[in-house]
């Protein structure tokens, strides 16, 4: 199982970037697929999860109406669009997979190597 997370880059505060992650080796639509986020020196933490059929969300409140999980199952790719950036979205972004739904690390099976989003002021 491979799952590539790309789209990353370095932004000012209040623009927009959309990451992308690629699965491969697993049947895409068995699975709810997450974005977490790790800053420099913190834990780990949930952005938000999309169910298998995209027909259900749920989000961390800080990025609630900026940030919008989707997928595309005919491509095998979770979406994370991100608008009005700010520095402390500054992390490295993973993309996650599981059979469940959830928002602690445990709960994914699977993960992406990671994607460098930079916002600055």
């Known amino acids: 199982v491979q799952l590539q997370a790309f789209g990353g880059g370095l932004v000012q505060a209040g623009d927009s970037l959309r990451l992308s992650c690629v699965a491969s080796?697993?049947?895409?639509?068995?699975?709810?697929m997450a974005w977490f986020r790790q800053a420099p020196g913190k834990e780990r933490e949930f952005v938000g999860v999309i169910n298998w059929s995209g027909g259900r969300t749920y989000y961390t409140d800080s990025v609630k109406g900026r940030f919008t999980i989707a997928r595309d199952n005919a491509k095998n790719t979770v979406y994370l669009q991100m608008n009005n950036l700010k520095p402390e979205d500054t992390a490295v972004y993973y993309c996650?997979?599981?059979?469940?739904?959830?928002?602690?690390?445990?709960?994914?099976?699977?993960w992406g190597q990671g994607t460098l989003v930079t916002v600055s002021s």
């Open positions: 996650g997979a599981t059979p469940g739904f959830g928002d602690h690390t445990t709960t994914y099976r699977y």
């Open positions: 080796g697993l049947t895409f639509d068995d699975y709810s």
